[in-house]
């Protein structure tokens, strides 16, 4: 399977901490996307990065990319309540398809 | 979502009856994508479309088949529904410029019975 995976696969933090939740892959990659997916919802995207990009910033998310070690890691700071949600990965290996691992549900108490 | 629907939003039928879910875009984007999300197995693809009448299998296509004859639509159809196919199924479309990634409805959840 070309599936990331995601770690943890469960996070509970205090509003107001930052929420760390990495991402690993097994095939070379063109890009690596991060989406997140509120109860009953679809998911929606939320930050792009190239293979040729080692971080990426958008508001309150940053993102990481090491392709050494085929991993990715999506950094929250400031978390609210209202990031409650599961997160997902997606690996692009070509020919527009994206690979989506099994998710982290993260829990931020207000 | 914007630009994209999903018909039914629920569903619970027998095992053995054919099945088909409904995925209408709105923004004329190329390409369209079934997955089924199940607890443990985060997203994967069943079938995907590139084109009207173009489509392609995922990793999980058997027992699924799917139809593009329109740009807006696709079609995904669970040719004798079986219990392993009770799933939340969701479609995606792309306008295959990455930077914007896949935008998503808000899925089908189907129950086989």
């Known amino acids: 399977s070309q599936q990331g995976e995601e770690d943890p696969q469960a996070l509970s933090i205090q509003e107001g901490e930052n929420a760390t939740m990495n991402c690993s892959y097994k095939?070379?990659?063109?890009?690596l996307q991060w989406y997140r997916q509120n109860s009953g919802r679809g998911l929606v995207h939320l930050i792009l990065i190239r293979s040729n990009e080692r971080e990426k910033h958008s508001g309150r998310l940053r993102v990481t990319l090491d392709t050494s070690k085929k991993s990715s890691s999506l950094l929250i700071t400031a978390s609210r309540a209202a990031d409650t949600a599961s997160y997902f990965c997606a690996t692009d290996a070509g020919g527009n398809q994206f690979y989506f691992g099994t998710g982290t549900s993260l829990t931020v108490i207000p | 979502d914007a630009g994209i629907t999903q018909s039914p939003r629920h569903k619970v039928t027998e095992t053995g009856t054919p099945v088909t879910l409904r995925c209408h875009q709105t923004e004329n984007h190329r390409y369209m994508y079934w997955y089924r999300q199940d607890p443990g197995h985060g997203l994967r693809l069943i079938h995907y479309s590139y084109g009207v009448k173009d489509t392609d299998k995922g990793e999980v296509s058997d027992g699924y088949s799917v139809s593009r004859s329109k740009t807006e639509d696709f079609l995904l159809t669970l040719e004798s529904a079986t219990s392993s196919q009770t799933s939340v199924y969701f479609c995606a479309i792309s306008d295959g410029q990455v930077t914007g990634g896949y935008t998503f409805g808000s899925g089908t959840r189907l129950t086989v019975v």
């Open positions: 095939t070379s990659i063109n890009n």
